[in-house]
């Protein structure tokens, strides 16, 4: 059994098979005009744009790697003379303060006092975690604007990410700042030896 083309399942004559490639091929080239010529500028513009977006991700990229270069200049920026807190919640004025300055949006953030680390009978810790939307300059001013405080704060830890339009920062920062130990109210008062008698 030999293979049969359409054309002879058809049983079309020769000037009618003509005819129907003819047809088909007018078709198919209005098919293309339709749906397929009029997007070519789309496709130069899509190619254009994913290369826009691969060198903004490249760039952000760059400046992530530069991490561990921004925490040693942080640390490099703070003295040993820096001033300590006076409460938890100046650690986190000082931090929405300056993150409002540099133009970083902060998200929900909140002060916890660390019940161990580096606390003694002195001073107490406290640590607040800053989620952020933010690009390069903007973090940078950030922690250049903690780092000119004078006060004891410091960064803990740091998360970086790309955003997805590629063209901003996203992240987590943890901040760490030691304040003054209040003495206890309810320590019990301290007994005073009395003082010997003298004879006259």
């Known amino acids: 059994m030999t293979n ?95 993150a409002a300055a540099a133009g970083v949006q902060t998200g929900g953030s909140s002060v916890t006092r660390n019940s161990s680390g580096n606390a003694n009978q002195f001073f107490q810790e406290a640590s607040i975690s800053i989620p952020f939307h933010a690009g390069g300059k903007e973090l940078v001013d950030f922690l250049v604007g903690i780092a000119a405080q004078n006060a004891m704060i410091r960064v803990r830890d740091m998360s970086l990410r790309p955003e997805q339009n590629q063209t901003r920062l996203g992240g987590t920062l943890v901040f760490v700042g030691n304040f003054q130990q209040r003495p206890s109210t309810n320590a019990p008062p301290r007994k005073v030896a009395a003082l010997p008698q003298t004879r006259k």
Do not use: C
């Open 4 to 98: 049969q083309s359409i054309f002879d399942k058809l049983n079309l004559r020769p000037q009618e098979r003509r005819l129907v490639v003819i047809v088909g091929t007018i078709i198919f080239v209005l098919l293309n005009m339709w749906f397929v010529w009029p997007f070519f500028d789309d496709w130069g513009q899509t190619q254009a744009e994913i290369g826009r977006n691969r060198a903004t991700l490249e760039r952000y990229r760059r400046e992530i790697d530069q991490k561990p270069k921004y925490e040693a200049r942080l640390r490099e920026l703070e003295t040993t003379g820096s001033e300590m807190l006076s409460n938890e919640n100046e650690l986190q004025r000082i931090v929405l303060m300056q």
